[in-house]
């Protein structure tokens, strides 16, 4: 059975720091890129980070550039998603994801059918 559980969510302020991760089963991690999505209340679900697990390759939105970092440990069949200089902004339902691997996703990592999804992971962010 395929598994995505995501965690660390919660309560910060601006300013501040999180840190989600993202544990994975059930599908070889190295064959796999793995994707942090999220979705605000009212408003359209969008990507904000992708790592292809076999070389590190990573892809960011432009709204979280400079911010945020991806990372991943084949070990642990995780990825996560450090979140630095948090905005009242980036409050959302944080998702991770999995699509089957091929450079074509790296050209448009957000637009793309993923394979297997993750149930979501509160991040609110006050002012």
């Known amino acids: 059975e395929v598994q995505l559980q995501a965690s660390g969510g919660g309560l910060v302020q601006a300013g501040g720091s999180l840190r989600l991760s993202c544990t994975t089963s059930g599908f070889n991690f190295a064959d796999y890129a793995i994707a942090w999505f999220r979705q605000a209340p009212g408003k359209e679900r969008e990507g904000v980070s992708l790592i292809s697990t076999s070389d590190g390759t990573t892809r960011y939105a432009d709204s979280v550039k400079g911010r945020f970092t991806i990372s991943s440990d084949v070990a642990e069949n995780t990825v996560y998603l450090q979140m630095n200089s948090l905005k009242p902004e980036d409050t959302a339902v944080y998702y991770c994801?999995?699509?089957?691997?091929?450079?074509?996703?790296?050209?448009?990592?957000?637009?793309?059918?993923?394979?297997?999804w993750g149930q979501g992971t509160q991040v609110t962010v006050s002012s």
């Open positions: 994801a999995a699509v089957r691997f091929w450079v074509g996703v790296l050209v448009h990592p957000f637009s793309r059918e993923y394979d297997y």
